[in-house]
């Protein structure tokens, strides 16, 4: 359990809950024990009632009467308490669950983007719910459980033993079997069961990726092919679940057999020391009792087991994520973003998960309310360019200074929340347009999104659609055209107001004439603000205050748009090739 181990703060968290737990768990086993007694005491009763010479019907009645009366209200004390103790353990086991899913969550947030190159949503998804909720069994019906067959196990034994200690050691022979049958079928359950969850993920990840590309499944007529695949993993789980279901149910024959072992004996060793005048009728009738009320808590240490050995698998899962350290390191002084002049010098970029050198000695100095212009061919580096600004990466060599101050020594949240980021992919959330363009400022008044709709030249289209802004869009904007998603996602970045604005050619799905309102746009809505806008066409970055080419991550030519025309290269081809284009 050493994987379980991790948790160990949550249960000191919620430790007076757990505590209240086991009490009233204990007081509940202890009313549960007077029945067996009660019942004894009246077949001795009845027995001695048959050996007197002059037996008394009404004083036998009066006790048999007062006996089940005192059976019935000990059920229903021991009812009530167990009904407490569900509450109180069950209910720690969802506070833990919601503790453990927001952990996880938070720990995902703080990840770097690496990780999520490396690992498949599917994968994620199912080790913050499946797995978290088979950890969370641990924490609920495990403990619980526990907890009742040790109270209830040491309460009947101790009492077995001080009334008969020769037909209790007898009676508990089974129990060494019992042990060595659990430890070998648990380490069987481990395994199949860390199986089970690996194949679940995989199942999840090849769902997840099917309905988020359907498009593409459809368009290429490879839904057979996509069902056949499905249904080999399909196999696969159900085939691995079946596996572990199986052994599993190796534990509840096993465990009623050992208890009907325990019966036999009762029977037969108590029978021989009744016989003999040892002990009473009433003593071996309470014994029969005992054995019966430990079948269900010895046969639930088979379930116990079977759970936690579930919950140590899906927990060492999810440690292998909370294990992970985010590349990134925060800043720690408190510095807020004042002017927004960047400046980068000397600096290079591989990707760690792929080896790729994206950027080689790159240098460059962007005053404040200038306007930067990064163009270059596919694979060139001029998003990783603004990964780095927007300090998604570090680079391996150079420094980055922001406002003359490194730029690793300010805080994530306080950086990036000085900057309006348009991606190259952008995305928007299933939600309403109104709350995916709010998502750049929760505060946003409907005036403020409206105006930076008109801003990104959106507003007319979302004004058309049935429900306006409270269209509600499908998943990653399906709903929507790509120009339209581009836009929506340049009023998301407006809206913020920003010191920075980062646009990663976000104008290649719209037209010339809409790419030419937006920029007249953005002139305005940028004053005062350091922009760096990256694309592939000259028209979109002309207007800049300086312009940079890069050529497999190295800066081939810069200057302005007047100077760079001047020069035979790259900048001067690309405008004539997109001037030829145009007129075609």
């Known amino acids: 359990m050493k994987e379980l181990q991790y948790l160990n703060k949550y249960l000191k968290k919620y430790r007076g809950k757990l505590v209240l737990g086991m009490v009233i768990t204990v007081i509940a086993r202890i009313f549960s024990l007077f029945a067996p007694r009660l019942v004894g005491n009246s077949i001795t009763a009845v027995e001695q009632f048959y050996q007197q010479e002059r037996p008394d019907l009404g004083e036998i009645k009066a006790t048999l009467l007062f006996n089940i009366l005192l059976i019935v209200a000990a059920a229903f004390i021991s009812g009530f308490f167990t009904f407490l103790m569900r509450q109180t353990i069950i209910n720690v086991s969802r506070y833990i669950e919601f503790d453990l899913k927001n952990e996880i969550y938070q720990h995902y947030q703080n990840l770097c983007t690496s990780f999520y190159k490396n690992n498949r949503t599917g994968d994620l998804m199912n080790r913050i719910s499946e797995d978290v909720s088979k950890v969370r069994m641990y924490f609920g019906p495990a403990i619980m459980y526990s907890i009742n067959t040790i109270a209830l196990f040491v309460i009947v034994i101790s009492y077995m033993v001080s009334i008969a200690p020769t037909l209790t050691m007898y009676t508990l022979l089974p129990l060494p079997i019992l042990s060595i049958t659990i430890y070998l079928l648990s ?49 696969v789980s159900k085939a691995k679940n079946i596996s572990l279901a199986k052994t599993q149910a190796w534990f509840f024959p096993l465990m009623i057999l050992l208890i009907g072992f325990s019966n036999l004996l009762v029977v037969y060793v108590g029978g021989t020391q009744y016989i003999a005048g040892e002990i009473e009728m009433g003593v071996l009738a309470e014994f029969i009792i005992y054995v019966n009320m430990l079948t269900w808590p010895v046969a639930t240490v088979g379930w116990v087991t079977s759970i936690v050995q579930q919950a140590e698998a899906s927990q060492k899962r999810i440690n292998a994520f909370l294990n992970q350290k985010p590349s990134l390191i925060d800043g720690t002084k408190e510095h807020a973003l004042q002017e927004g002049k960047i400046e980068l010098k000397g600096v290079s970029l591989t990707y760690p998960e792929t080896q790729i050198t994206a950027l080689k000695n790159i240098s460059f100095t962007l005053n404040p309310g200038e306007t930067l212009g990064v163009l270059g061919k596919t694979g060139a580096g001029k998003s990783s360019l603004l990964d780095l600004i927007s300090r998604l990466y570090d680079p391996d060599e150079g420094q980055i200074f922001m406002d003359e101050k490194p730029l690793a020594e300010y805080r994530l949240e306080a950086l990036r929340s000085e900057m309006g980021y348009v991606p190259q992919n952008p995305f928007l959330f299933s939600d309403t347009i109104e709350n995916n363009i709010r998502f750049g400022k929760a505060t946003a008044s409907q005036e403020e999104i409206e105006n930076a709709a008109k801003l990104a030249d959106v507003h007319k289209n979302i004004i058309g659609f049935k429900a306006g802004y409270k269209t509600l869009l ?65 028209s979109t970055v002309q207007q800049a205050d300086k312009i940079i080419v890069l050529n497999e991550g190295e800066i081939i030519q810069q200057g302005t748009h007047q100077e760079l025309m001047k020069i035979n290269g790259f900048y001067q081809e690309l405008q004539a090739i997109q001037e030829n284009e145009s007129l075609d």
């Open 187 to 235: 380490k069987a359950i481990h395994i199949k069961s860390t199986e089970v969850q690996e194949t679940l993920s995989q199942l999840s990840s090849f769902s997840q990726e099917s309905f988020s590309g359907i498009a593409v499944i459809k368009s290429y007529g490879i839904l057979p092919k996509i069902s056949e695949d499905f249904k080999a993993l399909s196999h």
């Open 474 to 538: 499908g998943e990653r904007g399906v709903t929507l055209s790509g120009g339209q998603i581009q836009r929506t996602s340049i009023a998301r970045a407006l809206i913020r107001n920003p010191k920075v604005l980062l646009f990663d050619d976000c104008l290649s799905a719209v037209d010339a004439e809409t790419e030419k309102t937006i920029l007249k746009n953005l002139n305005k809505a940028a004053e005062g603000k350091t922009t760096i806008i990256v694309s592939h066409r000259v």
